[in-house]
């Protein structure tokens, strides 16, 4: 009996693969892709078209990008997030330290008192207490206000809001913006 060289695809013997056989296929696909497999060698070992490999290896592709997008969007959004967060306790404390403060003072004082028995001549030392209380104006704490601008700068980082990057050229420390320099370099073509 002769072992034929090539096993046909199932598509070849004009089997289609069910929805399940298609996943498990893609899942196996992607681990040969990944591992740098040769389009002719994942046909051979999954068993469909080397077409079909390249259809199902650019479907991988765009999945793993569309995932990777969703994947950072929400990496974004937890950070954001946790800034928002930051900055409303910042704001809430530099409030706080707005607010009027009372402070109390205690102050001891000697007195002699004299003694019921006045005849007696005798004194007893005594002390009186002096409370006095002081309000004031907060001034704000300007930590906050900064802890504050850290969070708005770190927000415009991660959303990628930046400005054009300022860069130094040179010995003569000339301040150019990226627009700048793209304009230099679009004038000389």
């Not at 046909?8 to 069910?18: A, I, L, N």
């Not at 000697?110 to 009186?128: C, N, Q, Y």
């Not at 913006?177 to 370099?185: C, S």
């Given at each position: ?29 992607a ?6 497999k ?6 051979g ?6 077409r079909?490999v ?13 995932a990777?997008?969703v ?15 930051l ?11 707005l607010?009027e ?14 003694d019921?028995a006045?005849?007696?001549?005798l004194?007893v ?11 004031e104006?907060g001034?704000?704490?300007?930590a ?7 969070c ?15 860069v ?11 627009v700048?320099?793209a ?7």
């Amino acid at each position: 009996m002769e072992i034929p060289s090539q096993v046909p695809s199932r598509r070849q013997r004009g089997v289609h693969r069910t929805p399940g056989e298609r996943e498990r296929d893609l899942a196996r696909l992607a681990d040969l892709y990944v591992l740098g497999k040769s389009h002719l060698a994942i046909a051979g070992e999954i068993g469909i078209d080397r077409r079909q490999v390249s259809r199902d290896i650019r479907r991988l592709i765009a999945e793993w990008q569309k995932a990777r997008l969703v994947t950072l969007d929400q990496a974004k959004a937890v950070e954001l997030a946790k800034i928002d967060h930051l900055e409303a306790r910042a704001w809430e404390c530099f409030e706080r330290s707005l607010a009027e403060r009372e402070s109390s003072v205690t102050e001891r004082q000697a007195i002699e008192l004299v003694d019921k028995a006045v005849s007696t001549g005798l004194r007893v030392p005594a002390e009186k207490l002096k409370a006095t209380i002081r309000r004031e104006q907060g001034d704000g704490n300007p930590a906050f206000l900064q802890m504050v601008a850290w969070c708005i700068n770190e927000r415009i980082e991660v959303l990628g809001l930046k400005a054009a990057t300022q860069v130094k050229l040179g010995l003569d420390e000339a301040t150019v913006t990226w627009v700048d320099l793209a304009r230099r370099e679009l004038g000389r073509a």
